[in-house]
């Protein structure tokens, strides 16, 4: 089975530039979450999609950060404009069983974005 | 305010040694998760617990879910280089998205 596939894997910009991740959840797997990890923190909820609708936004930064999942398939993530502070990897994860007490996440390999 | 406390937040061991990593919280959790997160990859679930008093082995490893389910302990025995990695917890609270502490890096060396 294949597993959570992001691109790009890294990636360095100027502040105030624009960026864009992509992720591919495993098929099937109705439910993707992105996560930001800045260095030495855990992951902390940025967007949740169930299929092709939002369902938690409440911790994305709305004036520079948006994300899209068109067709309830993949997703994408765009920044705009990048701040300092934005330097983290993001993480992409999917899960199968939303609003299940038990729901099993499984993560792609992030992409690490470093802002200068 | 961190939702879920993790410590210690490094911890550097000899290989063969035993430890201890705690997760908690004041809150309570339908389940609570550990990860376990290599250098330049995604994190990757470990186990599971949900019933307060549960304990669950995964080899070396034993996981503790405190009997009020604000709390969890990870012990290992005889760590191994290959143990070393980022520990993360993960509290569910039902309806919401996983909460995540910010974890405990682990360094074993041979």
């Known amino acids: 089975e294949a597993g959570v596939a992001q691109s790009p894997r890294y990636k360095i910009i100027e502040k105030r530039q624009s960026v864009a991740f992509w992720c591919n959840p495993i098929?099937?797997?109705?439910?993707l979450y992105w996560y930001q990890q800045i260095l030495g923190q855990g992951p902390k909820l940025l967007i949740q999609?169930?299929?092709?609708?939002?369902?938690?936004d409440s911790q994305l930064p709305k004036d520079r950060f948006s994300a899209e999942r068109l067709k309830g398939v993949d997703s994408t993530l765009k920044i705009q404009p990048a701040k300092l502070e934005d330097s983290a990897v993001y993480l992409c994860?999917?899960?199968?069983?939303?609003?299940?007490?038990?729901?099993?996440?499984?993560f792609g390999s992030g992409t690490q974005l470093s802002v200068l | 305010t961190q939702l879920l406390e993790q410590s210690p937040q490094f911890l550097s061991i000899q290989e063969g040694e035993n430890l201890t990593v705690y997760c908690n919280s004041s809150?309570?959790?339908?389940?609570l998760q550990w990860y376990r997160q290599e250098p330049g990859e995604g994190p990757v679930l470990l186990v599971t617990?949900?019933?307060?008093?549960e304990v669950k082995k995964l080899k070396r490893l034993t996981f503790q879910f405190g009997d009020a389910r604000k709390d969890s302990s990870l012990h290992i025995t005889a760590a191994q280089p290959g143990d070393t990695g980022l520990y993360l917890c993960?509290?569910?609270?039902?309806?919401?998205?996983?909460?995540f502490g910010k974890g405990t890096t682990l360094s074993v060396s041979s």
């Open positions: 994860a999917s899960s199968s069983d939303r609003g299940r007490w038990n729901e099993k996440l499984f």
């Open positions: 098929s099937g797997h109705a439910t």
């Open positions: 999609f169930q299929n092709n609708g939002v369902v938690d």
């Open positions: 809150s309570v959790f339908s389940s």
């Open positions: 617990v949900v019933t307060g008093g």
């Open positions: 993960a509290g569910d609270q039902a309806g919401t998205a996983l909460i």
